[in-house]
């Protein structure tokens, strides 16, 4: 080769190492923002550099961007297929999103790869864990604690298995064996925070926790994304808004607008007349429902709403009055000087919903003619009063993130409700085969499964409206009940999900009587309760 053909690229292979060592130097410092900057120059210059996609994936998971550091992953893994801790790392991302199975052959990859990789063998039992293995896990981190016995993360996980299992004080030791190891490791502020917000109720001590592991890692978003939940719980409203911008719906769509070319901001303090804003549907119907109710003060205010969203809101959200266009994305209804803003943000914008003052739900009135026919049909099944009933919802814990499944024993459950005149109707969504049966056994009386109107909000809404007594966990008929400004008893799982606060009745649901299940999971307080509601 002449000089000028070997000259540039040793300058460019010198220019890229340059940018790989300034990222991981900004990741060892806590810096996960700029050290991806860094990294996404070197794929700039070089799109299919192996460890610039391996780096660039791991600085998203610290971000908490999982998708896109799951894509990084997989070009790295594509590129290196021998390089252990690019397989290891693709687990971790695929089992924080959920995806176990794929997670699991990944890490069996890396181990496969180099059997004494403590990292790989503590990422294998992270995905047993999640997928409720304990023990399988628990030989994984012990196996990763023998690789090396100064590993703090192992120690850590070992300790997650003890509290996964409720042997509480063995993993607070086991805990504070792993901050001794390593004072900086903040994941272990993190799970401790976690143990007393998910199983001891020791809010306060949860909240001191998480700021703890935040004041380690910065940019730590799960940390982040629980203290909004644990802030919630006790009542400060205005630091859980701001704190609730890390989570992960938001975090993918700030990647996702960041790449794009149009990052996503929400203005502090924003003059509201005249302002106009595209609301972006995120999660659940249910939690979409809960996040609308900002959507009345700020119209109040002289804001312009549209909405961007499931269909199957747009009719009752156009009876509201509030929102003066509706689409199914952003792209069908997007025009020049509409500020986009998540649902999840629009608490922002109020000042009001800065200090502990809880808005009340969007009000929802349902279609006249639905509501007659509905009437007539409920008529055909028994006299009123009618009670809805519902006893699951929500999908369990997948991955890192925090699910709101929910569900009640149906024997107590019926038990409770026996010998209360009214025509029962389940409204559960997608029931199991026998569980109407068996609740109408529990009660006494017959149950009748109008479960299939759930396949028609504009049907539940009228149902919500017209049903004298709505029973159960939270789910999207509880929003629609609230937002017919009906009344229900809530029946309330251990650990408590946000809005049902950490004690008594939640300011969110004014109109609602919460039962709870205490610490140990016992429903019987609750089920007492229920029981006597209507004497």
């Known amino acids: 080769m002449t000089y000028n053909e070997t000259m540039p690229a040793r300058r460019d292979a010198s220019a890229l190492a340059a940018l790989l060592e300034n990222g991981a130097e900004q990741q060892r410092l806590g810096r996960p923002a700029e050290a991806l900057a860094a990294f996404e120059r070197c794929l700039d210059a070089s799109p299919a550099h192996p460890d610039a996609h391996r780096l660039a994936g791991f600085s998203n998971f610290q971000l908490g961007r999982w998708a896109k550091g799951v894509a990084h992953m997989r070009v790295a893994v594509a590129a290196a297929p021998g390089n252990a801790a690019s397989w290891s790392n693709l687990a971790f ?10 997670a699991r052959e990944a890490a069996r990859r890396a181990v496969a790869l180099h059997e004494r ?13 999640d997928d409720g293995r304990i023990e399988e896990a628990r030989a994984h981190f012990a196996r990763a604690l023998e690789i090396d016995p100064s590993s703090a993360e ?80 006790t009542g400060r409203f205005g630091e859980a808004w701001r704190e609730y911008r890390w989570r992960p719906t938001r975090l993918d769509y700030e990647a996702l607008a960041s790449a794009a070319g149009t990052p996503y901001e929400v203005p502090a303090a924003p003059a509201l007349e005249g302002s106009r804003w595209l609301v972006g549907a995120e999660k659940g119907l249910g939690d979409v429902l809960f996040l609308l109710r900002f959507a009345a003060p700020l119209h109040a205010r002289g804001g312009t709403l549209d909405f961007a969203g499931d ?62 026919a509905l009437r007539a049909r409920l008529a055909q099944l028994g006299p009123p009063p009618y009670g809805a009933l519902a006893w699951r919802s929500g999908m369990p814990k997948a991955g890192l993130e925090e699910r709101l499944f929910k569900e009640v024993p149906l024997d107590a459950f019926g038990r409770a409700l026996s010998g209360v005149r009214a025509t029962w109707l389940s409204i559960q969504r997608e029931p199991r085969a026998g569980e109407t049966e068996a609740l109408a056994a529990a009660i006494g009386a017959p149950v009748h ?32 009940r609230a937002g017919a400004g009906g009344f229900a008893d809530v029946l309330v799982p251990f ?14 649901f004014p109109a609602m009587r919460v039962y709870r299940q205490d610490m140990s999971r016992d429903w019987r307080d609750a089920m007492d309760s229920l029981g006597t509601a209507g004497d």
């Open 154 to 233: 192992s120690r850590m996980n070992l300790a997650n298995c003890d509290q996964a299992q409720g042997r509480i004080d063995r993993a607070l030791a086991g805990y504070r064996e792993a901050a001794a190891m390593d004072a900086t490791l903040a994941d272990v502020p993190y799970n401790i925070g976690h143990l007393h917000h998910k199983a001891t109720a020791r809010f306060e001590e949860a909240i001191a926790r998480y700021r703890d592991a935040i004041a380690l890692r910065p940019a730590y978003a799960h940390a982040h994304h629980n203290l909004a939940h644990a802030l919630f719980l």
């Open 449 to 480: 499964d109008l479960s299939r109107l759930n396949e028609d909000l504009e049907e539940a809404l009228a149902l919500m409206a017209l049903a004298e007594r709505v029973v159960g966990v939270s789910n999207t008929n509880i929003h629609l």
């Open 311 to 372: 269909p199957r809101l747009h009719g009752m959200l156009a009876r509201t009055g509030l929102f003066r266009r509706l689409g199914t994305s952003a792209d069908e209804i997007r025009e020049a000087g509409v500020r986009p803003i998540m649902a999840g943000d629009l608490a922002l914008l109020l000042p009001e919903a800065q200090s502990a003052i809880a808005i009340e739900p969007l009000p929802l009135t349902p279609e006249p003619e639905r509501v007659a």
């Open 93 to 102: 991302g695929l089992r924080s999103l959920g995806r176990l199975a794929e």
């Open 117 to 129: 990789s403590c990292h790989a063998w503590n990422v294998l039992g992270l995905v047993e864990q």
């Open 495 to 508: 650990p408590p999900e946000w809005r049902w606060m950490a004690a008594g009745d939640s300011p969110w």
